[in-house]
């Protein structure tokens, strides 16, 4: 929470952003070596990129780097971008998100339903998935609102033909929860 702002504010976030991708593609590429068979063929990584990498049209150039130093398809990789960011850079994200989606990278919109999407933009964003925010979920035991909310974000995704996941299930109940709203994938720290 303390890192992000100020590696951002001094201008970093560039090499922030290359470091992560970086050692997120290799470390994938490591353990489809290191197990191979073992691991789901659909096994991917997620990183997060701001605002600024996703404005810049270099950043595909970046994205592609890392891909091929670390052998990795890009179906592999899938991009994350919260939705303020988004939103707030819209305008010259497209065209970013047009190529990364061109070479194959997976696109997500993380932290939904936090921020302040158009409906409008999102039924046009090249976008694959959107990431129920875990407010939401760590909510979903105590009424009837936040149940509909994640209820809503599951059908406008499903509407759109995008795939939803649930941000930190920590629970069998939230799993099973949000198993009956119909969203099947989670992350979290429940195993």
């Excluded at 201008?11 to 991708?21: E, I, K, N, P």
């Excluded at 305008?91 to 921020?115: K, P």
């Excluded at 499903?158 to 099973?176: D, F, H, N, R, W």
Aim: proline residues 3%.
């Amino acid at each position: 929470a303390a890192f992000l702002p100020i590696a951002d504010e001094a201008g970093l976030m560039m090499r922030v952003t290359d470091f992560v991708l970086n050692c997120a593609c290799r470390q994938l590429a490591s353990w489809k070596r290191e197990f191979a068979g073992a691991l789901p063929p659909t096994l991917t990584v997620a990183v997060n990129v701001s605002g600024h990498d996703i404005a810049q049209r270099s950043f595909v150039a970046r994205v592609s780097r890392a891909l091929v130093e670390s052998g990795l398809e890009p179906r592999e990789l899938c991009l994350e971008l919260t939705e303020n960011i988004l939103m707030e850079r819209l305008e010259g994200a497209l065209t970013v998100i047009g190529e990364l989606r061109r070479l194959g990278v997976t696109l997500a919109i993380d932290d939904f339903g936090t921020g302040y999407s158009s409906l409008s933009s999102l039924s046009t964003l090249p976008i694959d998935a959107l990431k129920i925010d875990r407010s939401f979920v760590a909510r979903l035991d105590t009424g009837a609102n936040e149940v509909a909310v994640v209820r809503s974000i599951v059908l406008l995704g499903k509407s759109l033909g995008k795939t939803i996941v649930a941000e930190g299930i920590e629970t069998p109940e939230q799993m099973e929860q949000l198993r009956e709203l119909g969203c099947t994938l989670g992350q979290g720290y429940h195993h």
